[in-house]
């Protein structure tokens, strides 16, 4: 493991500065990668990638995020229009990753909204996915599917049972969710295995909150040690609330934390 590994999600950052502002920041602080999360529709065109490469300096863009409810859903539509709509904005994301050099778009899929769907059908499910990360490797992006509490991906043997039907597909770990979700990171971090190119990372203290790594009880150590375990190559970006720290040197001396610690793992 190397300190190159660890970077931060701008979403840590949220409602205390604009995407924008938030590369501009991080890469100003000295942290190496960052995974931008793009939250507004004006926020998913190239104009806006172009903005963000005037501020991240020489940061890596390592991978981006959006807000899951505004057009995620939809790719995977009955309704033509709706997905005719839907992959209309996808391109537009993959556009802007492409441009910011991203290689991966972190993706929740479906929300589960309604209890009657079948959520586990994977083989019309995973066509869908298939479809959608052949659309991304034509802009050379891979689609990395992540485990989310009330998501696609909520549950171990989701992720294996699509990958089948959609061999292109990559994954992201996280470990808040996989906490939220009652089975913990382990059976996620095994079944997906070398597939994982991205890395969630958050701690939590002795009363059960949220907080900045370091700042917790979780056991990084052991986590870095795993994921070595399955070969992973990809980058861990801190990704909490922005309710979980003070003040915005402390997400930096998180991130310089995690930094020494990967460093320490051989």
């Not at 999600?9 to 501009?24: D, G, H, Q």
Request: aromatic share 12%.
């Amino acid at each position: 493991m190397n300190k190159g590994q660890i970077g931060v999600s701008t979403a840590s950052l949220f409602k205390r500065m604009y995407n924008e502002e938030s590369v501009a920041f991080l890469s100003a602080s000295g942290v190496g990668a960052a995974e931008v999360f793009l939250g507004t529709y004006r926020e998913y065109k190239v104009e806006f990638a172009r903005l963000l490469n005037e501020r991240r300096g020489d940061m890596d863009i390592h991978s981006v995020h959006t807000l899951n409810t505004h057009f995620e859903p939809q790719l995977f539509s009955a309704n033509p229009r709706a997905l005719e709509d839907a992959y209309g904005i996808a391109e537009e994301v993959l556009s802007s990753a492409q441009l910011l050099g991203a290689r991966y778009y972190t993706f929740h899929g479906v929300a589960r909204i309604k209890r009657k769907i079948a959520y586990t059908d994977y083989a019309v499910i995973g066509e869908k996915y298939r479809v959608l990360t052949e659309k991304c490797a034509k802009y050379g992006v891979s689609l990395a599917l992540e485990n989310v509490e009330w998501a696609h991906c909520n549950h171990p043997g989701f992720f294996s049972g699509v990958k089948k039907y959609a061999p292109l597909l990559k994954a992201t770990l996280d470990v808040k969710q996989a906490r939220d979700s009652g089975d913990g990171y382990l059976p996620f971090l095994n079944e997906m295995g070398e597939d994982i190119v991205t890395v969630h990372l958050s701690d939590i203290d002795d009363s059960g909150k949220l907080c900045l790594p370091g700042r917790g009880t979780f056991d990084f150590a052991e986590l870095f040690r795993r994921l070595e375990g399955v070969g992973f190559k990809g980058k861990m970006m801190i990704e909490v609330y922005n309710e979980n720290y003070a003040r915005t040197d402390e997400l930096i001396r998180s991130y310089e934390h995690l930094c020494s610690l990967a460093e320490k793992i051989r």
